[in-house]
């Protein structure tokens, strides 16, 4: 599977954006998928994920209520719309896709295939 992330930029803090993740391949609508993101001087950190069937999702604190996961299954793709954003959102933003169908994972160990990852920068 291989993963393309796009949709990354520069907005103003309050502004919005959607990120997407296209998929390559035939399974995509069995993975678990995630989105995690990575600032300048931290660690990779967990941002959202959604279960194979959209049915369960799950976001770090931070970002509840203003980031929305979502996917379509056939396109193989998968979103993240960020609204209210804020000058600590920035960061690069990497999908992922977590093989095992019925566990939704916050750890990024768990997760077997990634996304190149694209910027997001938020300006104050």
């Known amino acids: 599977v291989q993963l393309q992330a796009s949709g990354g930029g520069l907005v103003q803090a309050g502004g919005s954006l959607r990120l997407s993740c296209a998929a390559s391949?035939?399974?995509?609508?069995?993975?678990?998928m995630g989105w995690f993101r990575q600032a300048p001087r931290k660690e990779r950190e967990f941002v959202a994920v959604?279960?194979?069937?959209?049915?369960?999702?799950r976001y770090t604190d931070s970002v509840k209520g203003r980031f929305t996961i979502s996917r379509d299954n056939a396109k193989n793709t998968v979103y993240l719309q960020m609204s209210s954003l804020k000058p600590e959102d920035t960061a690069i933003y990497y999908c992922?896709?977590?093989?095992?169908?019925?566990?939704?994972?916050?750890?990024?160990?768990?997760?077997?295939?990634w996304g190149q990852g694209t910027q997001v920068t938020v300006s104050s």
């Open positions: 992922a896709a977590d093989r095992r169908k019925y566990t939704v994972s916050l750890v990024e160990s768990d997760y077997d295939y």
């Open positions: 959604m279960s194979w069937n959209g049915g369960t999702t």
């Open positions: 391949g035939h399974t995509f609508s069995s993975y678990v």
